[in-house]
């Protein structure tokens, strides 16, 4: 079996749908797409994709909301891979978020601003400038 990398998908949990989606278009400047869920899957879940590739390097994923799972800080931060985080960060207030942490070196690993979204999720932003 070959090597694959060690996350292939992550999941954002939200509890307002229309507010986050508007804040991560806004951010990113993407259109998210409604997920065909699967049969059984029930009422109560509701989720939305950012744009990618599944033949490119790097994982992709949705927002997701479900009755009884909390969106907020807890234990997996999430990097989203920007040109410039900087100027991806500069949008995040706007958009209804928080910066918590400008745009900081990593040294040779480029550069990251933190930032909490419109539900409470710690989210990081990358770049290589």
Same mark, same amino acid.
């Given at each position: 079996?070959?090597?694959?990398?060690?996350?292939?998908?992550?999941? !954002?949990?939200?509890?307002?749908? $229309?507010?986050?989606? $508007?804040?991560?278009?806004?951010?990113?400047?993407?259109?998210?797409? *409604?997920?065909?869920?699967p049969e059984g899957s029930g009422e109560d879940l509701e989720m939305w994709s950012f744009p990618g590739d599944m033949e490119r390097y790097g994982a992709n994923?949705?927002?997701?909301?479900?009755?009884?799972?909390?969106?907020?800080?807890?234990?997996?931060?999430?990097?989203? $891979?920007?040109?410039?985080?900087?100027?991806?960060?500069?949008?995040? *207030?706007?958009? %209804? %978020?928080?910066?918590?942490?400008?745009?900081?070196? !990593?040294?040779?690993?480029?550069? !990251?601003?933190?930032?909490?979204?419109?539900? %409470?999720?710690?989210? %990081?932003?990358?770049?290589?400038?």
């Open positions: 079996m070959p090597a694959v990398n060690s996350v292939n998908w992550f999941e !954002i949990y939200v509890q307002d749908m $229309a507010r986050a989606r $508007a804040f991560y278009e806004s951010v990113f400047r993407i259109r998210l797409e *409604a997920l065909k869920l994923g949705a927002l997701c909301r479900m009755a009884g799972v909390p969106s907020g800080a807890g234990g997996t931060l999430v990097y989203f $891979a920007c040109e410039d985080c900087g100027a991806t960060g500069a949008r995040v *207030a706007s958009a %209804g %978020g928080r910066v918590h942490r400008e745009k900081m070196s !990593i040294g040779e690993y480029g550069f !990251i601003v933190l930032a909490f979204d419109t539900e %409470g999720n710690l989210i %990081g932003l990358h770049s290589m400038q």
